[in-house]
């Protein structure tokens, strides 16, 4: 059996979302509806009839083929209805390699370890139903937060029918700083798409007429994902993003499912570690393989009109310009 790179439009939407539905790490982000939000015009790497997928964001600058890693997912994942073995698994990361150039992702770590893994990172999920009692789990800070917000008539709500415009905004000039117009966009399209399949949506600290902190949510299984979140600064001051996360835990814990999405130190010993983060921590593993150097002077090359060996080789020893480089092609989610 082999990979088959298959594009979008060409894809078994029925059989691709049964094998994810049905995978032992299901998972919302691996859903054709949800892929076609973050990353429009994907790939899928299939094996044999739909066994396994696996979601390939290729894209091109440049004539360049790389694959980066489509905003709003944690990790990639391997979904599969078989066992998964290392010849399987290396055979994908050969596959991916064929097709790009340059290849920067997280992938779910499944034991396969080889030459290409670079670091290792940590994706945290609460199981809330482990926990007799949340504020065994918050620390004394945060419980004076909460004690302090519940004495101050603080609402909880849930936010439907909210315009785009208030979104972007708010999230925009939030102290967690998403400055990125096409990050808004994606998470604005999220919400649309959870609300109209009723399976989550954007939920509220409100004091008066203020909304002092929102955070996305969706249900998928039993998983309730949060995705985005962010505060104003009235909210960052008085502390109502921890009371916001506070009521959502304790609404997903009196409906039975665990909470994902949450990025957290490798050994968090209270919720209080566990909420320091401010922005998602990619995933359990980081793949990345590519022949830069080669890259890099294209990219040289191309912006100085310049093909001078000599004048290559001073530039792509300028560290400035490496730097550069680096944060424009390779880092830089509006690369299409």
């Known amino acids: 059996m082999t990979w088959q790179l298959i594009k979008r439009n060409n894809i078994d939407i029925d059989k691709w979302n049964y094998t994810v539905d049905n995978s032992a790490n299901h998972h919302i982000s ?55 073995n290392a010849d399987i698994y290396i055979s994908l990361l050969e596959t991916i390699k064929k097709n790009v150039l340059y290849a920067d992702f997280y992938l779910e770590n499944i034991e396969f370890t080889n030459d290409l893994i670079k670091q290792v990172r940590y994706n945290y999920i609460l199981a809330l139903k482990d926990i007799k009692d949340l504020h065994d789990v918050f620390s004394a800070h945060h419980l004076r937060k909460i004690k302090k917000i519940e004495k101050l008539n603080y ?15 708010y999230l925009c000039n939030s102290k967690y700083l998403i400055k990125l117009q096409n990050i808004r966009k994606i998470i604005i399209a999220l919400g ?34 949060l995705h985005a979140f962010a505060s104003n600064e009235i909210g960052k001051k008085q502390g109502a993003m921890h009371f916001l996360i506070y009521q959502i835990i304790k609404q997903a814990k009196n409906n039975n499912i665990s909470l994902a999405g949450l990025s957290l130190p490798k050994d968090p010993s209270t919720l209080n570690d566990k909420l320091m983060i401010t922005r998602p921590i990619r995933s359990e593993m980081i793949v990345l393989f590519a022949y830069l150097e080669t890259l890099l002077c294209l990219d040289i090359a191309y912006d100085n009109k310049n093909s001078d060996e000599k004048f290559l080789i001073c530039q792509a020893m300028n560290q400035k310009i490496v730097s550069s480089f680096l944060e424009n092609f390779c880092l830089n989610e509006e690369n299409e």
């Not at 609402?155 to 905004?169: A, G, T």
């Not at 798409?193 to 002092?212: P, R, V």
């Open 30 to 84: 691996g859903l054709s509806w949800y892929l076609d939000v973050v990353s429009p015009n994907w790939y899928g790497l299939v094996w044999n009839d739909y066994e396994i997928v696996f979601p390939f964001s290729k894209k091109k600058k440049y004539c360049i083929p790389y694959f980066m890693q489509p905003p709003m997912i944690t990790h990639l994942r391997l979904y599969s209805l078989i066992s998964i």
């Open 155 to 169: 609402q909880f709500i849930h936010l439907s029918n909210i315009s785009e415009y208030f979104l972007d905004n």
């Open 192 to 225: 649309k798409c959870f609300e109209n399949k009723h399976i989550g949506g954007w939920w509220a600290i409100k004091q008066n007429d203020d909304i002092l902190s929102i955070a996305l949510t969706s249900e998928y299984q039993d998983t309730l994902v």
